[in-house]
């Protein structure tokens, strides 16, 4: 089998899910849903590249998708969709109108490229992408010249059915009873069953009922027993997929597992016609045990695809929108920015939108991850797919249907499954020398011993037979692929957004993490930490003047004051005079009275001792012995003790007074997110050598959060250029090293790093689309639960590669000592292995983020 080349020619591409983006030339993208394993892939790239003008070649199985880049001079997406169609491939999308069919049982890229083939034949196509890990095939046509069932004719011409269609042709699609549920009652199943019963009744005559296994006819001078004619016809009911698919492998001159099959069962009855030794037994033994590994193989992709679909099933299909004073429901679809959802109690969230009206708590684990319910008031945003939990809620729509945080998730992790890793693309190189090489190896096998030392000929040519089934590396090729797909679409359901399998491994393998201060291990929000009453005011007292002071100042801490009074219900003076001094404070006259709040300096300019005060005790009165304690120790002195262990905690101190009195203090900071320790703790615990905080603010500030969180290393007062130094530092003494930041004002440094990780990504397009992985919630705990998934991800690759690469060996070096029958190389060899390597691959969805020390369920 010849894998699919999803790099197209080493382009490195990082384009949108329906715009190839190449070096050079003009771009068309083709969905193709039948080409679903890497042998398809190979047709449809074989077939398109015979064009002139072709540049590259992409097709994407994970995702159906084909990306063709070409010289528009001597050739056209007409031209090239022709040639997917003659693949024998259907396309299913164009650029004029856009349609998705769905294709269950195109699940490997083999499968894929036949459609695209197929689909090349479909002139009035502009493009297609094929997507086995869907099962979809999207196309872009022109509607005016064709219409969607002749889409589905094609598709279905290269034997895949069209079990459903977003197109809207009555005619498009006869039933969709043979969905994604149905492997095992599909057509192909049906057929495989009937031909696994006749195997039977040929067996029972061979062996057992040897009397009855009569002589029926005679083809070429050989004689057809009874039990021969039941194993072809067993051939006959299950091999026609076989041979139509190998008929489309060999037109493509495409070494695939189809067409090694085919030559496997005909070169059996061919060999039982030539030498009397009866192999149709063997004949009919393979075509049903192949067409029993094509099932299995189409169930376990299955599997793979239900983790995306899942995602795609969270948003509902119709909204209940306010029009003309009255409830009506609409599909999604018809839903405009601007219009009035309702959204009731148990309901999801049909769109992304701000909540007018009503109140309730929101279910954001879809999208962010959060398992705790969200409280939503007016003026908060809402995302499509979430669930309203209580309350009734109104919600005016901010977005389109496919324009919401919902569908730009899905879309990316669709993407994601472009970005080929490392392994895969070794995979992909080594899997083009196996084929060719055991292809030969079969050869040598069944033709040189006979020849040279006079062995049986019917038993090599059997050992050929076998060497061949063993020829398609199909799921060594699938091992990485599947894996991508089933990290990437676990860590998107549990709010953690990662843009391309070449992310996921990176990810798993930094050796360091620099993380940003303010919004990444703090909230980013100041809030009032500290109050200190002075000279026999009350904490109210102090908060209450502070409030009034700062309820004009339009300076964060101002905001942070006001706040905190606000929440604690404390009332608001009468404020005239207002006047903010710049870079020292602000003075008002409060309920007549002038007061002043501003930096420790601007207390020292209006000639207060700060390092002498009286601290408020028991009723707000200094008593005698606090007065003793005053004479003996200066009492409070705010300059040398209070201040600076209040600013030694990272908090930026105000003072608050009259002209004549100190009334308090108070300390605001930005406060540490809770879980950071215990998140930096599990990344050490991890395996993380070195966890660095970068930060533009001061040293003084840093060290305290840096001390309180338990990072290796700080470094402080960085301009955004020095964390781009920092990361590159960091890099040179380690290998790889992930930058966590708001994904907006840290962009150099993100795009620096290895991997560059956006906290709190949730609605921000910025942080979506600048980002290698968003973290959608500012949950830290997603942090080490990234880490563990990445690592783990890598650690699955690796067995799936090795395993199924180290069985198909062993199994091969067998064969020519009469150690594999014909049944093990196909069960073993091709649908055990691909089971192996899925079900492997899905344990990475047992992994899921954890508040606990270091107690996530592990792969």
Not at 126 to 141: A, C, H, I, N
Not at 554 to 582: L, Q, R, Y
Not at 612 to 622: I, L, P, Q, S, Y
Request: hydrophobic content about 40%; some cysteine; charged content about 25%.
């Amino acid at each position: 089998m010849t894998p699919p080349k999803e790099g197209g020619h080493d382009h490195d591409h990082d384009h949108d899910h329906d715009d190839a983006s190449f070096e050079e030339g003009s771009a068309v993208q083709f969905s193709v849903p039948e080409m679903d394993c890497p042998s398809c892939a190979g047709k449809v790239e074989n077939s398109v590249e015979k064009l002139d003008g072709i540049i590259g070649v992409d097709p994407k199985v994970t995702t159906a998708t084909l990306s063709v880049s070409y010289e528009e001079d001597q050739t056209s997406p007409d031209a090239i969709a022709e040639r997917v169609e003659k693949a024998g491939y259907t396309i299913e999308n164009r650029s004029e109108t856009t349609a998705t069919f769905t294709v269950p049982e195109m699940d490997c890229p083999s499968c894929a490229g036949k459609i695209e083939n197929a689909l090349d034949d479909v002139q009035e196509l502009s493009s297609y992408e094929t997507q086995p890990t869907t099962g979809k095939v999207v196309t872009t046509y022109d509607g005016d010249s064709i219409s969607p069932s002749k889409i589905t004719a094609a598709i279905e011409n290269a034997g895949y059915e069209v079990t459903d269609s977003t197109a809207t042709d009555a005619d498009t699609v006869e039933s969709a009873t043979d969905d994604r549920g149905s492997v095992w009652t599909s057509s192909r199943a049906i057929k495989t069953w009937i031909s696994g019963g006749v195997v039977t009744f040929g067996l029972l005559f061979e062996f057992f009922l040897t009397g009855q296994n009569v002589l029926v006819a005679e083809l070429v001078g050989r004689e057809l027993l009874l039990a021969d004619i039941l194993f072809l016809v067993a051939v006959g009911a299950a091999g026609q997929v076989i041979f139509r698919n190998g008929y489309y492998s060999a037109l493509n001159r495409n070494l695939d597992i189809d067409l090694l099959m085919s030559i496997a069962i005909s070169g059996a009855i061919i060999a039982s016609l030539v030498f009397g030794e009866a192999l149709y037994f063997e004949a009919a033994t393979l075509t049903f045990l192949f067409s029993i590994a094509e099932l299995l193989e189409r169930y376990s992709m299955d599997r793979a695809r239900n983790s995306l679909q899942e995602l795609m099933d969270l948003s509902p299909d119709e909204a209940t929108v306010k029009r003309d004073g009255e409830e009506v429901t609409v599909p999604v679809d018809d839903v405009a920015v601007g219009d009035i959802v309702v959204v009731r109690p148990g309901e999801k969230i049909p769109m992304d939108g701000e909540v007018l009206d009503g109140e309730s708590a929101v279910n954001q684990a879809p999208i962010t991850g959060e398992s705790v319910p969200v409280d939503k008031t007016p003026g908060d945003e809402v995302y499509a797919g979430t669930i309203n939990e209580q309350g009734y809620l109104e919600v005016e729509v901010t977005s389109e249907a496919g324009d919401n945080t919902l569908s730009r998730i899905i879309q990316m992790v669709e993407d994601a499954q472009s970005n080929k890793t490392e392994r895969e693309q070794f995979v992909e190189r080594f899997s083009s020398y196996y084929t060719p090489v055991v292809v030969g190896f079969a050869v040598l096998v069944a033709v040189v011993p006979p020849l040279l030392f006079g062995a049986s000929w019917p038993t090599f040519i059997v050992y050929g037979l076998t060497l061949l089934v063993l020829a398609c590396p199909c799921a060594f090729v699938i091992s990485t692929p599947v894996s991508v797909v089933s990290g990437i679409t676990s860590a998107a359901k549990n709010g953690v957004l990662i843009k391309g399998g070449n992310h996921l491994e990176a990810m798993g393998a930094v050796e360091a993490i620099a993380m940003d201060k303010t919004g990444t291990l703090t909230k980013g929000e100041l809030t009032v930490t500290d109050i200190v009453p002075l000279n026999d005011n009350t904490e109210d007292d102090v908060l209450q003047c502070a409030r009034g002071l700062e309820s004009r100042s339009e300076h964060p801490i101002g905001d942070a004051i006001v706040e905190f009074a606000e929440d604690s219900d404390i009332g608001a003076p009468t404020v005239d005079d207002f006047d903010s001094i710049t870079g020292k404070g602000v003075k008002a006259s409060l309920n007549g009275k002038k007061h002043y709040a501003g930096k420790p300096g601007f207390f020292e300019e209006l000639g207060f001792d700060l390092e002498h005060v009286h601290a408020t005790t028991d009723g707000g009165v200094v008593t005698t012995k606090s007065q003793q304690m005053c004479e003996q120790n200066d009492c409070l002195d705010l300059l040398e003790e209070t201040v600076p262990e209040l600013q030694s905690q990272g908090k930026t101190v105000i003072l608050v007074g009259t002209e004549d009195e100190i009334e308090g203090v108070i300390a605001v900071a930005d406060e540490i997110r809770p879980g950071a320790k215990q998140a930096i703790q599990q990344l050490h615990d991890l395996g993380v050598e070195h966890v660095v905080m970068l930060t533009g603010d001061n040293e003084r500030t840093a060290r305290a959060i840096a001390d309180e969180v338990g990072v290796d290393e700080f470094r402080a007062e960085l301009l955004p250029d020095e964390k781009v130094t920092a990361i590159k530092e960091l890099d040179e003494q380690y290998d790889g090293v992930a930058m966590i930041g708001d994904g907006v004002n840290d962009a150099p440094a993100l795009a620096t790093a290895t991997v560059g990780v956006a906290m709190g990504a949730a609605g921000t397009d910025t942080a979506l689309e600048t980002a290698d992985i968003a973290l959608m919630s500012d949950d830290l705990s997603k942090l080490p639960y990234l880490y563990e998934l990445s690592h783990d991800a890598n650690s699955v690759i690796r067995q799936n590669i090795w395993t199924s690469l180290g069985a198909k060996g062993l199994l091969a070096l067998g064969v020519p000592f009469g150690l594999v029958p014909i049944w093990a190389a196909v069960l073993i060899g091709d649908a055990g292995m691909t089971l192996g390597v899925t079900g492997n691959a899905m344990r990475l969805s047992r992994i899921t983020p954890t508040k606990a020390d270091s107690d996530e369920v592990s792969a």
